[in-house]
Protein backbone atom coordinates (compact mmCIF):
# COMPACT_ATOMS: atom_id res chain seq x y z
CA UNK A 1 0.00 0.00 0.00
CA UNK A 2 1.46 2.96 -0.98
CA UNK A 3 -0.93 5.53 1.62
CA UNK A 4 -1.41 4.33 5.07
CA UNK A 5 -4.86 5.18 6.72
CA UNK A 6 -4.66 5.35 10.93
CA UNK A 7 -8.03 6.06 12.28
CA UNK A 8 -7.28 7.72 15.64
CA UNK A 9 -9.72 9.36 17.85
CA UNK A 10 -11.63 12.39 16.28
CA UNK A 11 -8.87 12.42 13.50
CA UNK A 12 -7.04 10.66 10.78
CA UNK A 13 -3.41 9.69 9.78
CA UNK A 14 -2.13 9.53 6.03
CA UNK A 15 1.18 8.18 5.85
CA UNK A 16 2.86 8.46 2.74
CA UNK A 17 4.66 5.04 2.06
CA UNK A 18 6.86 4.58 -0.65
CA UNK A 19 10.45 4.64 1.43
CA UNK A 20 12.45 2.92 -1.60
CA UNK A 21 11.73 6.24 -3.50
CA UNK A 22 11.93 8.63 -0.22
CA UNK A 23 7.71 8.93 -1.00
CA UNK A 24 7.83 10.87 -3.90
CA UNK A 25 4.58 11.85 -5.11
CA UNK A 26 3.92 9.42 -8.21
CA UNK A 27 0.41 9.81 -10.02
CA UNK A 28 -1.03 6.58 -8.22
CA UNK A 29 -0.30 8.21 -4.90
CA UNK A 30 -1.58 11.42 -5.66
CA UNK A 31 -4.75 10.02 -6.57
CA UNK A 32 -4.77 7.84 -3.59
CA UNK A 33 -4.33 10.93 -1.28
CA UNK A 34 -7.21 12.86 -2.90
CA UNK A 35 -9.69 9.70 -3.30
CA UNK A 36 -8.95 9.41 0.77
CA UNK A 37 -9.49 12.96 1.75
CA UNK A 38 -12.60 13.18 -0.62
CA UNK A 39 -13.84 10.18 1.06
CA UNK A 40 -12.43 11.43 4.68
CA UNK A 41 -14.59 15.25 3.84
CA UNK A 42 -18.09 13.03 4.25
CA UNK A 43 -16.65 10.85 7.52
CA UNK A 44 -18.38 12.31 10.86
CA UNK A 45 -15.36 10.72 12.83
CA UNK A 46 -12.72 12.34 10.81
CA UNK A 47 -12.46 16.16 11.95
CA UNK A 48 -8.82 16.29 10.87
CA UNK A 49 -6.32 14.67 8.60
CA UNK A 50 -2.34 14.47 9.60
CA UNK A 51 -0.20 14.09 6.58
CA UNK A 52 2.77 11.96 7.34
CA UNK A 53 5.57 10.13 5.31
CA UNK A 54 7.18 6.85 5.77
CA UNK A 55 10.89 6.21 7.52
CA UNK A 56 12.02 9.80 8.20
CA UNK A 57 10.80 11.34 4.84
CA UNK A 58 7.67 13.35 4.18
CA UNK A 59 8.15 13.42 0.10
CA UNK A 60 11.49 13.83 -1.80
CA UNK A 61 9.88 15.54 -4.61
CA UNK A 62 7.22 14.17 -7.56
CA UNK A 63 8.83 10.56 -9.38
CA UNK A 64 11.26 11.71 -11.90
CA UNK A 65 10.48 9.02 -14.14
CA UNK A 66 7.02 10.30 -14.66
CA UNK A 67 8.51 13.66 -15.80
CA UNK A 68 10.95 12.97 -17.75
CA UNK A 69 9.28 12.09 -21.25
CA UNK A 70 6.23 13.91 -20.30
CA UNK A 71 5.27 16.44 -22.86
CA UNK A 72 3.65 19.97 -23.00
CA UNK A 73 0.92 18.68 -24.98
CA UNK A 74 0.32 15.47 -22.08
CA UNK A 75 0.72 18.00 -19.55
CA UNK A 76 -2.36 19.65 -20.55
CA UNK A 77 -4.80 16.77 -19.49
CA UNK A 78 -2.49 15.69 -16.49
CA UNK A 79 -4.82 13.81 -14.21
CA UNK A 80 -2.58 14.79 -11.23
CA UNK A 81 -3.76 19.08 -11.65
CA UNK A 82 -7.64 17.38 -10.40
CA UNK A 83 -5.84 15.33 -7.83
CA UNK A 84 -3.87 18.58 -6.53
CA UNK A 85 -7.20 19.99 -6.77
CA UNK A 86 -8.89 17.87 -4.64
CA UNK A 87 -6.01 17.79 -1.93
CA UNK A 88 -6.45 21.71 -1.39
CA UNK A 89 -10.80 21.52 -1.83
CA UNK A 90 -10.39 19.22 1.44
CA UNK A 91 -12.53 20.59 3.34
CA UNK A 92 -11.37 20.27 7.27
CA UNK A 93 -7.61 20.84 8.82
CA UNK A 94 -5.10 19.33 7.14
CA UNK A 95 -1.88 19.02 9.67
CA UNK A 96 1.36 18.64 7.42
CA UNK A 97 3.89 16.86 9.76
CA UNK A 98 7.44 16.68 7.78
CA UNK A 99 10.39 15.06 8.77
CA UNK A 100 13.78 14.38 6.42
CA UNK A 101 12.98 15.94 2.94
CA UNK A 102 10.05 17.79 1.31
CA UNK A 103 10.93 19.08 -1.66
CA UNK A 104 9.30 19.85 -5.20
CA UNK A 105 6.45 18.43 -5.60
CA UNK A 106 7.08 17.21 -1.97
CA UNK A 107 6.88 20.72 -0.54
CA UNK A 108 4.60 21.47 -2.61
CA UNK A 109 1.70 19.03 -0.67
CA UNK A 110 3.05 20.37 2.40
CA UNK A 111 2.47 23.78 1.22
CA UNK A 112 -1.21 22.99 1.10
CA UNK A 113 -1.25 21.75 4.74
CA UNK A 114 -3.12 24.21 6.85
CA UNK A 115 -0.97 23.79 9.37
CA UNK A 116 2.89 22.45 8.80
CA UNK A 117 4.65 20.99 11.86
CA UNK A 118 8.34 20.71 11.25
CA UNK A 119 10.57 17.64 12.53
CA UNK A 120 14.53 18.52 13.16
CA UNK A 121 15.34 16.59 10.38
CA UNK A 122 13.23 18.76 7.56
CA UNK A 123 14.51 19.74 4.57
CA UNK A 124 12.22 21.85 2.68
CA UNK A 125 12.98 23.09 -0.97
CA UNK A 126 11.90 23.67 -4.52
CA UNK A 127 14.51 23.06 -6.95
CA UNK A 128 13.00 22.06 -10.22
CA UNK A 129 14.65 25.05 -11.70
CA UNK A 130 17.93 22.60 -11.28
CA UNK A 131 15.91 20.06 -13.86
CA UNK A 132 14.79 22.72 -16.69
CA UNK A 133 11.39 23.19 -14.88
CA UNK A 134 9.39 25.46 -12.29
CA UNK A 135 6.84 24.57 -9.47
CA UNK A 136 4.02 23.04 -11.28
CA UNK A 137 1.03 22.73 -8.14
CA UNK A 138 0.94 26.44 -7.10
CA UNK A 139 4.38 25.70 -4.69
CA UNK A 140 5.78 29.07 -5.73
CA UNK A 141 2.72 31.07 -5.17
CA UNK A 142 2.02 30.14 -2.10
CA UNK A 143 5.80 29.78 -0.76
CA UNK A 144 5.42 34.09 -2.20
CA UNK A 145 2.10 34.27 0.00
CA UNK A 146 3.92 32.66 3.26
CA UNK A 147 7.77 34.06 2.89
CA UNK A 148 8.00 36.79 0.70
CA UNK A 149 9.19 37.95 -2.45
CA UNK A 150 12.98 38.16 -2.01
CA UNK A 151 12.41 34.47 -0.21
CA UNK A 152 10.40 32.74 -2.29
CA UNK A 153 12.63 33.96 -5.47
CA UNK A 154 15.70 32.89 -3.75
CA UNK A 155 14.59 29.70 -3.17
CA UNK A 156 12.96 28.97 -6.29
CA UNK A 157 15.34 30.62 -8.67
CA UNK A 158 18.68 29.01 -6.79
CA UNK A 159 17.10 25.61 -5.82
CA UNK A 160 18.48 25.89 -2.05
CA UNK A 161 17.20 23.57 0.38
CA UNK A 162 16.41 24.82 4.42
CA UNK A 163 16.13 23.51 7.24
CA UNK A 164 13.27 23.46 9.51
CA UNK A 165 14.28 26.53 12.16
CA UNK A 166 14.92 28.87 8.89
CA UNK A 167 11.31 27.53 7.55
CA UNK A 168 9.60 28.52 11.01
CA UNK A 169 11.82 31.40 11.08
CA UNK A 170 10.68 32.82 7.46
CA UNK A 171 6.63 32.03 8.28
CA UNK A 172 6.77 28.93 6.08
CA UNK A 173 5.75 26.35 9.08
CA UNK A 174 3.54 27.07 12.07
CA UNK A 175 5.45 24.76 14.49
CA UNK A 176 8.74 23.04 14.90
CA UNK A 177 9.55 20.12 17.02
CA UNK A 178 12.56 19.56 18.37
CA UNK A 179 12.78 15.90 17.78
CA UNK A 180 10.35 14.18 15.61
CA UNK A 181 7.48 16.07 14.06
CA UNK A 182 4.69 13.58 14.19
CA UNK A 183 3.93 13.61 18.75
CA UNK A 184 3.39 17.60 18.00
CA UNK A 185 1.58 16.90 14.93
CA UNK A 186 -0.69 14.67 16.85
CA UNK A 187 -1.24 16.49 19.78
CA UNK A 188 -2.43 19.51 17.67
CA UNK A 189 -4.56 17.18 15.89
CA UNK A 190 -6.50 15.88 18.99
CA UNK A 191 -6.77 19.73 20.14
CA UNK A 192 -8.35 20.49 17.12
CA UNK A 193 -11.01 17.45 17.10
CA UNK A 194 -12.43 18.90 20.00
CA UNK A 195 -13.37 22.16 17.92
CA UNK A 196 -16.84 22.76 16.37
CA UNK A 197 -16.76 20.86 13.06
CA UNK A 198 -18.49 23.05 10.83
CA UNK A 199 -16.77 26.50 12.46
CA UNK A 200 -13.57 24.29 11.59
CA UNK A 201 -14.41 24.00 8.06
CA UNK A 202 -16.15 27.75 7.97
CA UNK A 203 -12.89 29.34 8.99
CA UNK A 204 -10.62 26.87 6.67
CA UNK A 205 -12.80 28.04 3.82
CA UNK A 206 -11.92 32.08 4.58
CA UNK A 207 -8.30 31.44 5.28
CA UNK A 208 -7.75 29.85 2.35
CA UNK A 209 -9.57 32.20 0.26
CA UNK A 210 -8.31 35.09 1.50
CA UNK A 211 -5.06 34.00 0.98
CA UNK A 212 -4.91 32.75 -2.38
CA UNK A 213 -7.48 34.37 -4.76
CA UNK A 214 -4.96 36.81 -5.61
CA UNK A 215 -1.91 34.18 -6.53
CA UNK A 216 -1.17 33.52 -9.62
CA UNK A 217 -1.56 30.02 -10.05
CA UNK A 218 -2.17 29.64 -13.73
CA UNK A 219 0.44 31.55 -14.88
CA UNK A 220 2.77 29.39 -13.11
CA UNK A 221 1.00 26.00 -14.21
CA UNK A 222 1.19 27.04 -17.93
CA UNK A 223 4.87 28.00 -17.15
CA UNK A 224 5.50 24.52 -15.74
CA UNK A 225 3.58 22.73 -18.69
CA UNK A 226 5.60 24.79 -21.41
CA UNK A 227 8.63 23.77 -19.96
CA UNK A 228 7.95 19.99 -20.45
CA UNK A 229 9.12 20.10 -24.35
CA UNK A 230 12.15 21.81 -23.98
CA UNK A 231 15.86 21.10 -24.55
CA UNK A 232 17.07 22.01 -21.02
CA UNK A 233 14.20 19.88 -19.44
CA UNK A 234 15.81 17.02 -21.17
CA UNK A 235 19.27 17.70 -19.97
CA UNK A 236 18.11 18.89 -16.06
CA UNK A 237 17.14 15.22 -15.85
CA UNK A 238 19.23 13.53 -17.60
CA UNK A 239 21.31 15.35 -15.39
CA UNK A 240 20.16 14.20 -12.50
CA UNK A 241 20.26 10.54 -12.89
CA UNK A 242 23.72 11.17 -14.18
CA UNK A 243 24.44 12.76 -10.76
CA UNK A 244 26.55 15.17 -13.17
CA UNK A 245 26.25 19.07 -13.68
CA UNK A 246 23.80 20.01 -16.17
CA UNK A 247 24.70 21.63 -19.28
CA UNK A 248 21.86 24.45 -19.79
CA UNK A 249 21.56 26.28 -23.16
CA UNK A 250 18.39 28.34 -23.17
CA UNK A 251 16.23 26.38 -25.53
Known sequence: MDLLIEQRSGWVRLTLNRP??????????????AQTLGSLAHNDSCRAVVLTGAEGNFAAGADIAEIEHKTTAQAVTDPRKDHWAAIRAFPKPLIAA?????????????????????????????????????????????????????????????????????????????????????????????????????????????LVEGAESPLAFATERAGFEALL???????????????????????
Open 20 to 33: EARNALNTALLAHI
Open 98 to 206: VEGYALGGGFELALMADLIVLGATAQLGLPETSLGLIPGAGGGQRLLSLAGRMRATRLVLTGEIIDAATAYEWGIASHVADGPAFPAAAALADRIAQRAPLALAAAKRA
Open 229 to 251: DTADKAEGLAAFRAKRRPGFIGR
